[in-house]
């Protein structure tokens, strides 16, 4: 882990998710401290969470998404965010919760992003690779994915094609 911390910059916290059958763990990492929180929930119980915000939101139902957006915020967000430096979160989800838009979850009506700059990585090496790339235009590289078929409707992310065609502009 102290190799990761070298890579951050001091406004920059990775949070890192495992699943298990029983507990959700998550870990902060930042430049000065690496610290784990341990969540007792079920994974089928955040599984039915996550694909429930995901219908909420598929279906346009806005009480019902905040309702849900607050709940899972609760579950992986607020026992870590007293941990996370101001500035930048990078999440490393695991399992099913790849799907889940987490810059999209909201505490009070206040989304992530509207503090956080944030990004998603696939797992802590993949931070080495990135890290060590250098951009000579000036311009930020970036891979964004609209909205991939992954074999059931269920998974769709509404909007996000949108969104990307935004970004790209």
């Known amino acids: ?10 406004d920059t916290t990775l949070v890192d998710y495992f699943v298990t059958d029983d507990l959700l763990y998550i870990w902060s990492i930042d430049k000065g401290r690496v610290h784990l929180e341990r969540v ?13 915000f995901l219908s909420s939101i598929s279906s346009k139902n806005r009480e019902k998404t905040e309702g849900l ?18 500035g930048r979160i990078g999440f490393i989800p695991h399992d099913f919760l790849h799907y889940l838009p987490i810059a999209a979850l ?13 990004f998603y990585i696939p797992n802590a090496t993949v931070l080495k690779y990135t890290m ?5 235009s000036g311009l930020k590289p970036l891979l964004a994915f ?24």
């Not at 509404?158 to 935004?166: G, Q």
């Open 106 to 118: 909201s505490n009070n009506g206040k989304y992530l992003v509207e503090d956080y700059s944030i």
């Open 146 to 169: 609209g909205n991939p078929f992954l074999g059931d409707e269920s998974l769709s992310l509404p909007y996000a094609e949108i969104e990307v065609e935004r970004i790209k502009k």
């Open 1 to 10: 882990s102290s190799d990761i911390q070298n890579m951050l910059d001091e």
């Open 40 to 52: 007792k929930i079920p994974a089928d119980e955040l599984r039915n969470l996550v694909s429930s």
């Open 69 to 86: 957006s607050q709940r899972i915020y609760d579950i992986i967000l607020k026992p870590i965010i007293p941990f996370v430096s101001k």
């Open 132 to 136: 060590e790339k250098k951009v000579e």
